[in-house]
Structure formats: C-alpha cells, structure tokens
C-alpha cells in the first residue's frame, strides 16, 4: 500500500477533511498515526464506561481496525525512512 492511499483511506475512516498545506507525505503520516493513537485512547475509555454489549462490540471492532491501521502506517513509514 502506498503512503497517498493509506493516507487517504485513514482520513476517510477518521471522518478528516484533506487539506489543502503542502506538507510532506512523511510528515502526514506521521500525524496520521499520532491522532489514530489518540482515538485508541477516546475508545478505550469509552469501553470501561460503555455498559451495552453491543455497543462494547462495535468499539472493540473499531480498535482493532485503528490498531491495524497503526500498523500499517508504521510499516509503510519504517520502508519509506529506510530508503533515505
């Protein structure tokens, strides 16, 4: 996957606009994954309040959606700093 559609798809699923600043694809990544690990925080938190099954269901899918995308980001992040 390439940085521009991971970018892509990630805003997508974080419901953000795109933007019109000329910054790096490193750089977005970068910030990217930093606001993924901040909904992973939101979501835990909302899982230890949430008290409806089906609601604790569809957050645990959520994370683990976010978690993947994590993953992925870094990975693709890791390749692009190793061709530096």
């Known amino acids: 996957m390439k940085i521009k ?3 892509k798809l990630t805003k997508e699923a974080l419901g953000i606009e795109p ?4 910054i790096k694809k490193k750089k977005q990544l970068q910030e990217l994954i930093e606001k993924l690990e901040e909904n992973i925080s939101k979501i ?5 309040e ?3 099954p089906k ?5 645990q899918e959520e994370l683990e ?10 990975e ?3 390749k692009k700093l190793k061709k530096k």
């Not at 995308?69 to 870094?74: H, N």
């Open 50 to 52: 949430e008290s409806s």
């Open 65 to 74: 959606i976010y978690k993947a995308q994590i993953q992925k980001g870094k």
């Open 76 to 78: 693709i992040l890791e």
């Open 19 to 22: 933007s019109n600043k000329d």
């Open 5 to 7: 559609e991971f970018i």
């Open 44 to 48: 835990k938190q909302q899982l230890s």
């Open 55 to 59: 609601r604790k269901e569809e957050l």
